[in-house]
């Protein structure tokens, strides 16, 4: 059962830098699709980075693009997301997902495993 864990949220300025972890204890995270998205208040789900199995493909946002930076270790089981340079608008509950496919996706839809969230807030 593949249970994902988000951790690395919290308050940050505006400008500053914070890097959000999302580890899973099973043995197929190596064959795994991996994607971040990101919930406001009062706003849908929003895609905000996506890493096929290898790493060696990647997709972003147009809002996160040069800012943030999603990356994996299939050794520890975990994906990363480095946010830079944040903004106000970055608030927001940010979840890790799993696609049991090795290709990258953006659509929410095409996950199969979601992580609880981890809170990212912003102060400007």
């Known amino acids: 059962q593949v249970q994902l864990v988000e951790s690395g949220g919290g308050l940050v300025q505006a400008g500053g830098s914070l890097r959000l972890s999302c580890a899973d204890s099973?043995?197929?995270?190596?064959?795994?699709?991996m994607g971040w998205f990101r919930q406001a208040p009062g706003k849908e789900r929003e895609f905000v980075a996506t890493?096929?199995?290898?790493?060696?493909?990647?997709h972003y946002a147009d809002s996160v693009k040069g800012r943030f930076t999603i990356s994996r270790d299939n050794g520890k089981n975990t994906v990363y997301l480095q946010m830079t340079n944040v903004k106000p608008e970055d608030t927001a509950v940010y979840y890790c997902?799993?696609?049991?496919?090795?290709?990258?996706?953006?659509?929410?839809?095409?996950?199969?495993?979601w992580g609880q969230g981890t809170q990212v807030t912003v102060s400007s």
């Open positions: 997902a799993a696609r049991r496919r090795l290709g990258a996706t953006m659509k929410p839809v095409e996950y199969d495993y």
């Open positions: 099973t043995r197929t995270f190596n064959i795994y699709a």
């Open positions: 890493i096929d199995w290898s790493g060696g493909t990647t």
